[in-house]
Structure formats: structure tokens, C-alpha cells
């Protein structure tokens, strides 16, 4: 089944206790993209990246770093977050060519930072 | 720089009712447009899209079309059902100017009642 992970689901920490989430797409896309959902602001473009090795930020990258080493996996650290990163975090990919555009979401995220 | 505003909801309407959800966008160049839903406790689901200009995109019974004069992606649906009740969200992409950045609106929650 074509489809875009992430782990945990859920997940409580602490002010700066370094985190990872991962996320990972088993449809050979290029194109991977972190977001996250706040209330009245709907999605956020965290980071993206087009390629292996290859990443830009989206319009907030602040508190965030991103790594892309092998296609499928796309990674979200947060190496020290605060209060202001609770939120719904979602992992995206699509494809360059054909279908771009269309983007294939995972299930999401809900960190919280006490 | 690009960015997409809707309406705020949430929408309540009865079943068989006709849906209107206003969307409008601020680009530099010819985006892409999308609508996406999404339903409880899941990720975004793309709903519909059109790539350019009178272009009209069609799923499920729900259309939009692309009116560059008016900057504007209105989501309709001509009977709603209670299967429909989810937040709606309007996006758009830059990347046919190879900016690769998506923006989404601050999504609109819809009720339908039996």
C-alpha cells in the first residue's frame, strides 16, 4: 500500500530534550515536506526537500533542522523545543514530474512541550 | 509574498444543502491551486486541483474553478451529505516557478447535519 509514515503519533516531552520524528514513503517520490496545523493558521511549510541531499525551508524553519540521506526517509529534529513548537506536525511527498503538485500526507504528529 | 485566505468557519448546513467555501489567493505568478480535506484524526487528503487559468477541477461531486481575474478558488458542492462533515482547506503552489513552496489556508470546518 502506497503510503507516507510517521513516528510517534503522539508524543510529551520536555523543554529542551532533543526529539526526532521520523517520516518515511514507500512511493519513491522526490519531493518530501514537513508542515504544522495551528489553530486559525491552518498548515505551515517547516521545510522541504527536492532530493536526496538537497533541502530549503519553507516559511517557518526556526526551532527545526531536517536531514535527507536516503529517498524515503525525511526526518524532523527539534534539537531543543520549546512551549511555542506544540502543534500537529504532517510529513508530505509527491512526486517531480507526472502528478506533481499532488501531495500524499501521513497521518500526523501531535507533539506537546511541557 | 504568495499566500491563500478562506473562509472561517465552522459551516453548518443540513444534508442536501448546497455548499459554497470562499477562497481567494495572493501570488506572484500562476500557481497551482488545491483542495484539500481533511476528515477526523487524519492527514490531508488532496479533494481537487487546477493547474492554470478557467481551468475547472472536479471530485466527489465538489468543484472549483480557477478565476485568475478574481484570484479566486471557491469550493462548491451542489447537495452535501453528513459523509462530508471535515475541515476543508485551500492551498497553492509556486512550483511552476520552481520555488517548490506550498501555502494552505487556515482551513474551514464544515457540519452537515441529517
Known amino acids: 500500500e502506497a503510503q507516507v509514515t510517521q513516528n510517534p503519533r503522539y508524543l510529551i516531552t520536555v523543554t529542551g530534550k532533543k526529539l526526532t520524528v521520523t517520516c518515511s514513503q514507500n512511493?519513491?517520490?522526490?519531493?518530501m515536506s514537513w508542515y504544522r496545523q495551528d489553530p486559525g493558521l491552518g498548515l505551515r511549510q517547516i521545510y522541504y526537500s527536492m532530493n536526496v541531499e538537497v533541502t530549503d525551508k519553507g516559511d517557518v524553519p526556526e526551532g527545526y533542522k531536517v536531514s535527507r540521506k536516503e529517498k524515503r526517509n525525511f526526518p524532523l529534529i527539534l534539537e531543543s523545543p520549546s512551549p511555542n513548537q506544540t502543534s500537529l506536525y504532517f510529513c508530505a511527498s509527491s512526486p517531480l514530474g507526472g502528478d506533481a503538485d499532488t501531495q500524499y500526507f501521513g497521518p500526523g504528529t501531535r507533539l506537546t512541550v511541557l | 509574498g504568495d499566500s491563500v485566505t478562506q473562509m472561517e468557519g465552522p459551516v453548518t448546513l443540513s444534508e442536501e444543502a448546497f455548499l459554497t467555501i470562499n477562497c481567494t489567493y495572493t501570488?506572484?505568478?500562476?500557481?497551482?491551486l488545491f483542495w484539500y480535506v481533511q476528515y477526523p484524526g487524519e492527514g490531508l487528503q488532496l479533494l481537487l486541483k487546477?493547474?492554470?487559468?478557467?481551468d475547472k477541477g472536479s471530485n466527489k461531486g465538489f468543484e472549483a474553478t480557477y478565476r485568475k481575474e478574481t484570484t479566486s478558488f471557491h469550493l462548491e458542492k451542489g447537495s452535501v451529505q453528513v459523509s462530508d462533515s471535515a475541515v476543508y482547506f485551500c492551498?497553492?503552489?509556486?512550483?511552476?516557478?520552481?520555488?517548490?513552496?506550498?501555502?494552505f489556508g487556515s482551513g474551514t470546518k464544515l457540519n452537515v447535519k441529517p
Open positions: 492551498a497553492l503552489s509556486d512550483r511552476n516557478q520552481n520555488f517548490n513552496k506550498f501555502y
Open positions: 501570488a506572484t505568478g500562476y500557481p497551482s
Open positions: 512511493m519513491n517520490h522526490e519531493y
Open positions: 487546477a493547474t492554470k487559468a478557467d
